[in-house]
């Protein structure tokens, strides 16, 4: 009891987003980003090249939440990236965020793609559903990543070739039609 009240202790939870202004962030490559009426919106169009949305600090463990809601494309909530200087301007992890079952999967961009394909099973209990508002929780120590969509674990992978650190960032994939909105975002360091 006493280990878990000191781990307790030593975590630090922040704000990312002030629902007002994009501060902190940093955007990268293509379509824009703004603020709407107390989210991050993120759009892009055929022909552009992926943006990313960046977080200005480099994050080892820790928890993320936030809200989604997405209405075209295929976006994606990324972890312990390093920023690259071409398309995809990153490499490392991204939780998928799509209007399609693969919600919630782990896939390592310019790595080794999927590292977590999502259980269909457990993503229908989760209710998930495309244009609407749903909640996202990541968690990673370590090698453990663990993703819940609306409460529900969609994935939980131990995976001793991941990375340790890395930037976050909020995702637009290139060359499609994206609209999609972030909300409530918060993370939880652990040190």
């Not at 781990?7 to 990268?28: E, M, R, S």
């Amino acid at each position: 009891m006493l280990a878990i009240l000191a781990a307790l202790a030593i975590q630090q939870n922040d704000a990312l987003f002030d629902g007002k202004t994009l501060d902190g962030w940093t955007k990268v490559g293509g379509g824009e980003w703004t603020v709407e009426n107390g989210a991050i919106v993120g759009r892009s169009k055929p022909g552009q090249p992926q943006g990313l949305l960046v977080w200005k600090d480099p994050v080892k463990d820790f928890i993320a939440k936030c809200r989604f809601k997405i209405s075209a494309g295929d976006s994606g909530f990324y972890f312990r990236v390093d920023r690259i200087d071409k398309d995809p301007f990153c490499e490392g992890f991204q939780v998928e965020v799509d209007t399609s079952a693969e919600t919630g999967g782990i896939y390592e961009t310019n790595g080794r793609g999927w590292v977590a394909f999502p259980d269909a099973k457990l993503h229908e209990r989760s209710g998930y559903k495309a244009d609407a508002w749903t909640s996202l929780e990541v968690h990673a120590y370590g090698t453990r990543y663990k993703v819940y969509v609306n409460g529900v674990k969609i994935t939980d992978v131990d995976d001793p070739q991941g990375r340790r650190e890395g930037a976050l960032a909020l995702q637009l994939h290139g060359n499609m039609e994206m609209d999609v909105m972030f909300k409530d975002l918060r993370l939880t360091t652990i040190k």
